[in-house]
Antibody, heavy 122, light 108 residues
């Protein structure tokens, strides 16, 4: 079955750019939307954005000015960049596949990667 | 944004109990509501999609209901492996998707 694995720097300095990659195995990245979601320590889940395998994107308006999500179909990977980070961006970052019923309001996230903790600190 | 509010925020229960968790949306979302289970240090796992459809492999003691603004997740007979945090998520508006704050289910 499809599995996702996040990778990237676990410590980022304030004002710098957070960069993470999600590698998809056990299936093709084509045909799906791929999502980033984060969870600050002890808090709830926040959707960051998604990328379609074709490259089109949709971002959370609260983060839109700082977020870039891209896809590399040749490597079966997609990536997250979050610029100008602060301590408020410290969180576990998850990648996930969006599953949906075409042309309906129904979509959900499954499966998820195991998550990677990114700490913003000098 | 559509706000999702779960109640209670935490809940203590015993093995064999029937447990109900509620999720309320700030506006009608039809039945575009999903539930996830998250255990400590692990990623969330999809339990129920479209308010009442059980994800493949999820035990039948889990059930979901509701439409419009009010939804419930029910565990019919609590098992030891069910102690976890549960999150609801709406997909009516994808700009942005939003989650509830989570409900932590603990052993009494």
């Amino acid at each position: 079955q499809v599995q996702l694995q996040e990778s990237g720097a676990g410590l980022v300095k304030p004002s710098e750019t957070l960069s993470l990659t999600c590698t998809v195995s056990g299936g093709s990245i084509s045909g799906y939307f791929w999502t980033w979601i984060r969870q600050p320590p002890g808090k709830g889940l926040e959707w960051i954005g998604y990328v379609y395998y074709s490259g089109s994107t949709n971002y959370n308006p609260s983060l839109k000015s700082r977020v870039t999500i891209s896809v590399d179909t040749s490597k079966n990977q997609f990536s997250l960049k979050l610029s100008s980070v602060t301590a408020a961006d410290t969180a576990v970052y998850y990648c996930a596949r969006r599953v949906d019923i075409a042309s309906t309001i129904f979509s959900w996230f499954d499966p998820w990667g195991q998550g990677t903790l990114v700490t913003v600190s000098s | 944004d559509i706000q999702m509010t779960q109640s209670p925020s935490s809940l203590s229960a015993s093995i064999g109990d029937r447990v109900t968790i509620t999720c309320r949306a700030s506006q009608s979302i039809s039945n575009s509501l999903n539930w996830y289970q998250q255990k400590p240090g692990k990623a969330p796992k999809l339990l129920i999609y479209a308010a009442s459809s059980l994800q493949s492999g999820v035990p039948s003691r889990f059930g979901g209901s509701g439409s419009g603004t009010d939804f419930t997740l029910t565990i019919s007979s609590l098992q030891p492996e069910d102690f976890a945090t549960y999150h609801c998520q709406q997909s009516f508006s994808t700009h942005p998707y939003t989650f509830g704050q989570g409900t932590k289910l603990e052993s009494k």
